[in-house]
T-cell receptor, first 111, second 112 residues
């Protein structure tokens, strides 16, 4: 069922560095691509999202880059902070209105 | 404003038993989706309820069933529990199937 492939599985970044997480999808019918952030013991929370007719979206330190022809999208976290340490999931909305999630990336930002 | 609330937060069952999980959506939301999140994995879509009917369903067996009540709250029922059903069950609400999902903290089910 999982049609979104996410990498890396885990990522360690120094404070102030750039965190980059990548996702690839197969189904061209996907029409909405969100990123979710999940802290231990909590449910996922929407971080930022993009539609396929846009190549980039930026909100504060978080940027999504979207490459429709390559069927890939990525999350960039600029000036990474220890408080950003969490698990990040990319997702894609299918034509049945269901959200397909990647397997997740555990980000650790070292002080 | 309360977000999505789920109960119970943790429960332990044995193989073959049945379980019911409950979800109250965020105020103003009318659509409820259920997801299963195995340890170290991303959430997997189980089904979505709107106007008290199952609107969409993922690749889950009929042992998984649900219900939505007139106040938009929802239940997830799992019959004949298997060890592999051990997971975090997440409820997410939205408004009329809009893109933005608001997740609850989940119900962690352990099947022994």
């Amino acid at each position: 069922q999982q049609q979104v492939k996410q990498s890396p599985q885990s990522l360690i970044v120094q404070k102030g560095g750039i965190s980059i997480i990548n996702c690839a999808y197969e189904n061209t019918a996907f029409d909405y691509f969100p990123w979710y952030q999940q802290f231990p013991g909590k449910g996922p929370a929407l971080l930022i999202a993009i539609r396929p007719d846009v190549s980039e979206k930026k909100e504060g330190r978080f940027t999504i880059s979207f490459n429709k022809s390559a069927k890939q999208f990525s999350l960039h976290i600029m000036d990474s902070q220890p408080g950003d340490s969490a698990t990040y999931f990319c997702a894609a909305r299918g034509n049945n209105n269901d959200m397909r999630f990647g397997a997740g990336t555990r980000l650790t930002v070292k002080p | 404003d309360a977000g999505v609330t789920q109960s119970p937060t943790h429960l332990i069952k044995t193989r073959g038993q049945q379980v019911t999980l409950r979800c109250s959506p965020k105020s103003g939301h009318d659509t409820v989706s259920w997801y299963q999140q195995a340890l170290g994995q991303g959430p997997q879509f189980i089904f979505q309820y709107y106007e008290e009917e199952e609107r969409q369903r993922g690749n889950f067996p009929d042992r998984f069933s649900g219900h939505q009540f007139p106040n938009y709250s929802s239940e997830l029922n799992v019959n004949a529990l298997l060890l592999g059903d051990s997971a975090l069950y997440l409820c997410a609400s939205s408004f009329s199937g809009a893109n933005v999902l608001t997740f609850g903290a989940g119900s962690r089910l352990t099947v022994l």
